[in-house]
């Protein structure tokens, strides 16, 4: 291991980071994507809208903040943008406690400006897809107070799970189902009656056995589709369904008792037949160890395609990496999906901070304070990672501040806002760390985030060297990677879906091709390593040995 640099969030002292090789130059407009199907090779960029640019100067990101920013992702090459939950909201759970989905939260702006957005998006040839959290709501929506207002027995609850409790007095809760977060999964109410959350209280969850929730779930796809979105991102969309009896949970029994339920496929099913009025699409967040159960979600009439956590998960390591990007394809071959790939979020650690770190790995388990973190390290495999991502079949998710080379921060106990970290007993970090507002200008306050009025999370003090000023000036920055990158792969035929094929490598090395003229190497190994032949290296996550080898962590695309 190299020396292991102080935890993620202390200054990095930022090293002369590695040069993006160009040989090939290319200028001008982006042409168009290259498919009808865009969802099947798109680069689709995540905005959290809360920390990406705050328009009105409150401290909080809004929609005004994105408008304005459009050139820039433009520039970056995306053709679409996926927005966390901008509705309406308490903001428990970062907008994933939705209180009316009609509505834009007041902190982010209006349902006039989000039309706008979608429509200016568009011009720049920019898809939109929101999020939809169908398994919860929030405590404050109309439908839940109506709930606690009519009490036990009354049909306002059956829109969710109420149950007696156990025990002589009831009160125990009515099942031991673990939390998606840590702690309990039901709260009781004055009145004596439980109800069911898998997250935090204020999220219960709804009972998707009954009528309304499916006709109210499918106007919400309506209204936002008349609004011209492209697509729909899926918020825990295998947890919907519930066993009727909602029985005590066993580990190691099947099936799961809330989990990937069978008749979860006829909820999507009958999603599908409305996307397909607006040629809309569906991403759904499945969470599922078992590659065929995953599958199912994605069969031609349901959903179109479904984030790769397990590729998320996978450690830096050539074998594992191998290993699941042909699990990924095998899994989705039969159902004719194509994969997506994915390397962050806003649920989990930043990619540099866990490539930098002793385990790659990403696991919620072992999130902990002060892990010991080599952002060095960890940028130059970033890099790398960038590149071997957008080379595979299929399209990408790409989290914003990811094209910064953003560590995870740390954030001080008393500004943790995050239900993970309060509901872990205070063990967990939460996730706070990789939603911190942007950099935008270095020299201005808050890196130019917005106005001197202090952002909902602090920014670390090191965050001004990762702007977009610094970073657009420079060649070799993640951002000036990320713009070439994108920009190679929109305009060279083999990119995106479509075939790929190993060729032989050396042991840590991956290397295959997506065309006969096009491919892609990765050192994960110790040792440089000798490329194939090629007739021109079109680009490089960092600068080759001086015998023209690629050195550890670095990635190239060849052309043969
Ligand atoms: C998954 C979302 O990505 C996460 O941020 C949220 O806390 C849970 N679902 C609950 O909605």
């Given at each position: 291991m190299p020396p292991l640099w102080p935890?993620?969030?202390?200054?990095?002292?930022?090293?002369e980071p590695p040069v993006a090789v160009v040989e090939s130059s290319r200028t001008g407009d982006l042409p168009p994507s290259r498919t009808d199907d865009w969802w099947r090779d798109a680069v689709i960029y995540q905005v959290y809208p809360r920390s990406f640019a705050d328009g009105d100067g409150d401290g909080t990101g809004d929609l005004a903040g994105v408008r304005a920013n459009l050139p820039y992702l433009a520039q970056l090459g995306v053709d679409a943008v996926w927005f966390t939950p901008w509705y309406?909201?308490?903001?428990?759970d970062g907008g994933y406690d939705v209180a009316d989905y009609r509505t834009i939260d007041p902190a982010f702006g209006t349902l006039d400006e989000a039309e706008k957005l979608i429509s200016e998006a568009a011009e720049f040839g920019i898809r939109t897809i929101v999020d939809i959290v169908p398994n919860h709501l929030s405590d404050q929506h109309a439908w839940f107070q109506a709930a606690l207002a009519a009490g036990p027995g009354s049909p306002e609850r059956e829109r969710f799970h109420f149950r007696p409790g156990r025990g002589e007095n009831g009160e125990l809760p009515p099942n031991n189902w673990p939390s998606q977060f840590s702690g309990d999964t039901w709260t009781r109410v004055p009145d004596g009656e439980w109800y069911l959350h898998l997250f935090a209280p204020e999220q219960p969850d709804l009972n998707w056995s009954h009528p309304e929730v499916r006709r109210e779930h499918e106007d919400v796809l309506r209204f936002w589709f008349e609004r011209g979105v492209a697509g729909v991102r899926i918020d825990s969309?295998?947890?919907?369904?519930?066993?009727?009896?909602l029985p005590d949970f066993t580990e190691g029994v099947d099936p799961h008792p809330y989990i990937d339920q069978d008749e979860i496929h006829d909820i999507y099913r009958s999603w599908r037949a409305i996307a397909d009025e607006y040629d809309g699409i569906f991403v759904g967040e499945v969470w599922l160890p078992d590659s065929e159960r995953f599958a199912r979600y994605l069969r031609p009439d349901e959903l179109h395609t479904a984030f790769n956590f397990n590729f998320l998960a996978c450690p830096w390591d050539a074998d594992r990496l191998r290993r699941t990007i042909d699990d990924t394809l095998a899994e989705h071959a039969p159902v004719k999906a194509p994969a997506t790939w994915v390397l962050c979020n806003h649920d989990v650690t930043r990619t540099v901070t866990r490539y930098g770190r002793e385990d790659t790995a990403f696991d919620f388990d072992t999130k902990a304070f002060g892990t010991p973190t080599d952002l060095e390290l960890g940028t130059r495999r970033a890099r790398a990672a960038a590149l071997l991502t957008l080379a595979l079949p299929g399209s990408v998710y790409l989290y914003q501040g990811e094209e910064l080379g953003l560590p995870e921060a740390d954030i001080p106990l008393s500004r943790i806002e995050d239900p993970m970290h309060f509901r872990s007993g205070g063990t967990d970090p939460g996730r706070d760390g990789c939603r911190v507002p942007l950099p935008w200008?270095?020299?201005?306050?808050?890196?130019?985030?917005?106005?001197?009025t202090e952002p909902w999370l602090p920014q670390p003090a090191y965050w001004p060297q990762y702007a977009v000023d610094v970073q657009s000036e420079d060649p070799a920055s993640m951002l000036a990677l990320y713009r070439t990158a994108l920009r190679l792969r929109r305009e060279t035929p083999g990119f995106g879906d479509g075939p790929m094929a190993w060729l032989p490598a050396d042991n840590g090395v991956l290397a295959f091709s997506r065309t006969d003229a096009l491919v892609c190497v990765v050192n994960l190994s110790g040792t440089p390593a000798t490329l194939p032949s090629h007739a021109e290296l079109l680009l490089a996550s960092g600068p080759l040995t001086e015998d023209g080898r690629l050195p550890s962590d670095t990635a190239a695309w060849l052309r043969r």
């Open positions: 935890a993620a969030g202390s200054p990095p002292a930022r090293k309406l909201s308490p903001l428990v969309a295998a947890l919907l369904t519930k066993h009727p009896e200008v270095s020299g201005e306050p808050h890196s130019g985030f917005g106005s001197d």
